[in-house]
């Protein structure tokens, strides 16, 4: 198969959304598909210059961005130009992007990956909110109902497409993000303990990602003085947040902050630590849980968006911005060592089951069935 994927994002910006679809590239090649990406010039912070590139076989097309939509889209008409190209299948990636026209310019198969963009409205601006409503009342629908096949990461996004837009339950597939297969090695974390200092009997926190305001690390730090003996570790990149959480936590001497840290050094701190919390404001899905799941931390996330679906009974939740809530749910975590051991065994289990291997084989599938059936 010829497969073209469209996305915002790609390598080598880094997220989830960008994961999702190169890993998903990866799998495809080694099918022995062939791969195209198609995406903006845009990168975090500043253009790629790079127009032609190509990553493990995978070939990458960016085109000029002629304005920028918020914090994760963009305006790059050139992208259009992928209908009149020869692939089998066009595959989408996130709803609400101009690209989702692309149906409407082609007689291929087209598939898109929403990934649950449904974020709170307070963390976006009034004008975002606004658009958003316009989009999903006048176009939603039509949009969604002209792809041959709409995906779901989460069994949860799948009543939220059904239910908002009225679309038909078997015009909708479940295909959820995944981790490598190698993440399931277990790593040493007495590697991050003995960098960090902390001690064997010590109860250590980790809370990792993207410092942004929507990930809610700021609770996190709001509860911490009422555990003075738990270590809080806090990790990733800076998005506009870490000055904001570093005063937040200026009189805390249990609040760590590891700066960035590479897939490997990430693995090993998941490893090590005994609680992974996850306090996001919404995650469509939250890969980096499944990350953490994969090194047996005891999993603590908030209950918004596809977090509880991935969490499902290996882990537990709290109540978003319920500070009570989540200290009481720690509180449950720090003191019952039998607890954490029982959520551990669980996490492994689950994340075995979300190898993008195993993910792949369902999306090739999806790919066959949409070729094989007639539009």
């Given at each position: 198969m010829k497969i073209a994927y469209l996305t915002v994002y790609y390598w080598p910006v880094e997220g989830g959304v960008e994961r999702h679809v190169d890993y998903f590239a990866q799998e495809m090649i080694k099918k022995g598909h062939n791969v195209e990406v198609f995406t903006s010039d845009l990168g975090r912070e500043g253009k790629i210059k790079k127009?032609?590139?190509?990553?493990?076989?995978?070939?990458?097309?960016?085109?000029?961005?002629?304005?920028?939509?918020?914090?994760?889209?963009?305006?790059f008409p050139g992208v259009f130009s992928v209908a009149k190209k020869d692939f089998d299948i066009?595959?989408?990636?996130?709803?609400?992007?101009?690209?989702n026209f692309i149906p409407f310019?082609?007689?291929?198969?087209?598939?898109?990956?929403?990934?649950?963009?449904?974020y709170p409205k307070k963390l976006r601006k009034w004008y975002s909110n606004f658009g958003i409503w316009f989009i999903d009342l006048f176009f939603g629908k039509l949009i969604l109902n002209k792809f041959d096949k709409l995906l779901a990461i989460t069994g949860l996004e799948i009543d939220w497409i059904k239910n908002k837009f009225k679309i038909n339950k078997n015009k909708i597939g479940l295909i959820p993000n995944g981790i490598p297969k190698s993440y399931l090695k277990i790593r040493n974390g007495n590697k991050f303990r003995n960098k960090w200092k902390v001690g064997k009997n010590e109860i250590m926190t980790l809370s990792l990602s993207r410092?942004?305001?929507?990930?809610?690390?700021?609770?996190?730090?709001?509860?911490?003085?009422?555990?003075?003996?738990?270590?809080?570790?806090?990790?990733?990149?800076?998005?506009?947040?870490?000055n904001y959480l570093k005063k937040l936590s200026k009189n805390l001497k249990n609040v760590i902050f590891t700066g960035?840290?590479?897939?490997?050094?990430?693995?090993e701190a998941m490893n090590a630590t005994?609680?992974?919390?996850?306090?996001?404001?919404?995650?469509g899905f939250g890969i980096v849980v499944l990350e953490a799941m994969s090194q047996g931390a005891a999993i603590l996330t908030s209950d918004r968006g596809?977090?509880?679906?991935?969490?499902?009974?290996?882990?537990?939740t709290f109540e978003c911005e319920n500070l009570k809530d989540l200290k009481n749910k720690l509180s449950k975590l720090v003191e019952d060592k039998k607890l954490r051991n029982k959520l551990s065994k669980m996490s492994l289990q689950r994340a075995k089951k979300f190898t993008w291997e195993k993910i792949g084989n369902n999306l090739e599938k999806v790919y066959k069935e949409c070729i094989n059936n007639p539009i």
């Amino acid at each position: 198969m010829k497969i073209a994927y469209l996305t915002v994002y790609y390598w080598p910006v880094e997220g989830g959304v960008e994961r999702h679809v190169d890993y998903f590239a990866q799998e495809m090649i080694k099918k022995g598909h062939n791969v195209e990406v198609f995406t903006s010039d845009l990168g975090r912070e500043g253009k790629i210059k790079k127009k032609y590139d190509s990553k493990s076989g995978v070939k990458i097309s960016r085109f000029k961005t002629i304005f920028k939509l918020g914090f994760s889209g963009a305006f790059f008409p050139g992208v259009f130009s992928v209908a009149k190209k020869d692939f089998d299948i066009i595959h989408v990636h996130v709803y609400r992007h101009p690209f989702n026209f692309i149906p409407f310019f082609t007689n291929k198969k087209c598939v898109l990956t929403l990934h649950w963009p449904e974020y709170p409205k307070k963390l976006r601006k009034w004008y975002s909110n606004f658009g958003i409503w316009f989009i999903d009342l006048f176009f939603g629908k039509l949009i969604l109902n002209k792809f041959d096949k709409l995906l779901a990461i989460t069994g949860l996004e799948i009543d939220w497409i059904k239910n908002k837009f009225k679309i038909n339950k078997n015009k909708i597939g479940l295909i959820p993000n995944g981790i490598p297969k190698s993440y399931l090695k277990i790593r040493n974390g007495n590697k991050f303990r003995n960098k960090w200092k902390v001690g064997k009997n010590e109860i250590m926190t980790l809370s990792l990602s993207r410092l942004h305001k929507s990930k809610g690390f700021d609770q996190v730090i709001k509860i911490a003085k009422d555990f003075p003996k738990v270590k809080f570790f806090i990790g990733g990149v800076d998005g506009g947040y870490e000055n904001y959480l570093k005063k937040l936590s200026k009189n805390l001497k249990n609040v760590i902050f590891t700066g960035p840290l590479s897939d490997e050094e990430k693995l090993e701190a998941m490893n090590a630590t005994d609680i992974f919390i996850h306090p996001s404001h919404y995650e469509g899905f939250g890969i980096v849980v499944l990350e953490a799941m994969s090194q047996g931390a005891a999993i603590l996330t908030s209950d918004r968006g596809g977090l509880p679906w991935v969490v499902d009974k290996s882990g537990l939740t709290f109540e978003c911005e319920n500070l009570k809530d989540l200290k009481n749910k720690l509180s449950k975590l720090v003191e019952d060592k039998k607890l954490r051991n029982k959520l551990s065994k669980m996490s492994l289990q689950r994340a075995k089951k979300f190898t993008w291997e195993k993910i792949g084989n369902n999306l090739e599938k999806v790919y066959k069935e949409c070729i094989n059936n007639p539009i």
